[in-house]
């Protein structure tokens, strides 16, 4: 099995640390509005590799992350937190708004067969283990107190631009969204909050040894995936948009504390665009999926029209695309057995073995899908639906129950007359 890392920026062959158990972990949502289709893209590639995995025989520790405190408006540790902003815009409780949202993302998981990971642990319930790893940070010299907030010193850690490939003497200046050294007393601009404790109206606050406050967002991150999966796992999965901030802080903080390699792969999802854009809740530029079931399209069509193209392409949604998509997989639901091309056993291992290999290089649904569509046989569907996961059995009895016998019989003479190429 290949994968692109990130850390290498090379395909890999996957070798886990320890022998078929995989510790992986995803950055999860945060609980403040709907997921857009944008957020849910990344999800579906996490699940496809979670699925590929397991199809190759590995044992998985899937964990993902609930943010419901700590991440703010921007990068630069400036800015509301999300969930303050949320709350006033619904005049809820910010607790309650963290239950509506974290239940409304479950339901979409659930929309679109994406499996629930082993461990779901939200930033709340492990404020301590946060404050923990706060305090080893400090102890070891790499964090500071500045205007009432815990700051990481990027200063301290040689290898802090490396993941990224960051042009530091840039961001010293004030350059990719970070503030300007000096703004918010930071001694740089790419240092960042570990906790805050200058914001004593904020709506969630603990006590800790640096002062009643919260936890800034990276930490969680580093303090939940060590406490289940250990000082070093196997895969760390997000966007693409976490790679110069997020991940690259997550790393840091992390290693300074146990001198060891945090993850070995990393794996990051590339946009989806809205015409031109990037979908963004910030800009109010997204859709979600109630607005997909809203104009009578399940779903599962967007899983599919997702596994159109590779993970780490940029993706251009549009409603056409996915009606195209939606067309696509009528066809593959109307598939039946007795037209089958693949009767022939040693036929059928040889396309198993093509499309196993297309899944197994890099998690290339698109290529798998051209193999699965080239062959149109349904035993080969079926048999790569536990990575698919679009229903396809349950589709077909429904569609066998819905038709007429005599249009059922036109459809396996169609596909029967494909097959042969008698077009």
Request: charged share 25%; with cysteine; hydrophobic share 40%.
């Amino acid at each position: 099995m290949q994968i692109y890392n990130t850390l290498t920026r090379t395909k890999e062959e996957f070798v886990p640390i320890q022998n078929d158990h995989v510790g992986l972990y995803c950055c999860g949502p945060t609980v403040y509005n709907f997921a857009h289709i944008g957020n849910l893209r990344t999800y579906i590639f996490e699940d496809v590799l979670r699925r590929t995995l397991l199809l190759n025989g590995y044992n998985v520790k899937h964990v993902m992350n609930i943010t419901d405190v700590g991440h703010l408006e921007s990068d630069a540790d400036d800015g509301e937190d999300k969930m303050e902003q949320g709350a006033r815009r619904e005049g809820l409780d910010i607790w309650e708004l963290a239950k509506r949202y974290e239940a409304a993302w479950m339901a979409d998981m659930d929309l679109l067969n994406i499996q629930r990971p082993e461990v779901i642990c939200r930033a709340t319930d492990h404020v301590n283990d946060m404050i923990d790893l706060i305090a080893k940070i400090v102890e070891a010299g790499y964090g500071y107190i500045a205007n009432d907030v815990v700051y990481f010193d990027t200063a301290r850690f040689p290898k802090y631009a490396d993941f990224a490939r960051l042009n530091l003497s840039g961001l010293q200046t004030g350059a990719g969204g970070r503030a300007t050294a000096g703004e918010i007393g930071k001694r740089s601009a790419t240092d960042f909050a570990l906790w805050f404790s200058n914001k004593p109206r904020h709506l969630m606050q603990w006590d800790s040894p640096f002062g009643r406050g919260y936890p800034g967002w990276h930490i969680e991150c580093s303090a939940m995936s060590m406490k289940y999966l250990g000082k070093s796992f196997d895969i760390h999965c997000g966007g693409i948009d976490h790679i110069p901030v997020h991940h690259t802080n997550e790393i840091a903080q992390s290693e300074c504390v146990t001198g060891q390699q945090f993850v070995k792969y990393w794996m990051h999802g590339e946009f989806l665009l809205l015409e031109s854009d990037k979908m963004s809740k910030s800009s109010g530029n997204f859709i979600t999926l109630k607005t997909v079931a809203d104009k009578g399209i399940d779903p599962i069509v967007y899983r599919y029209f997702v596994l159109q193209a590779h993970y780490r392409s940029e993706l251009k949604f549009s409603w056409d695309n996915l009606e195209a998509a939606q067309n696509g997989l009528r066809r593959v639901y109307a598939l039946r057995d007795e037209s089958d091309p693949l009767k022939d056993d040693k036929e059928y291992e040889a396309a198993y073995a093509k499309a196993f290999a297309a899944i197994n290089d890099d998690l290339g649904t698109p290529q798998l899908l051209s193999v699965l569509h080239t062959f149109g046989s349904i035993r080969l569907w079926l048999a790569f639906e536990p990575i698919l996961a679009l229903n396809i059995q349950q589709k077909r009895e429904n569609i066998d129950a819905a038709l007429p016998e005599e249009v059922l019989v036109l459809v396996s003479q169609r596909n029967e007359a494909r097959n042969n190429k008698q077009w």
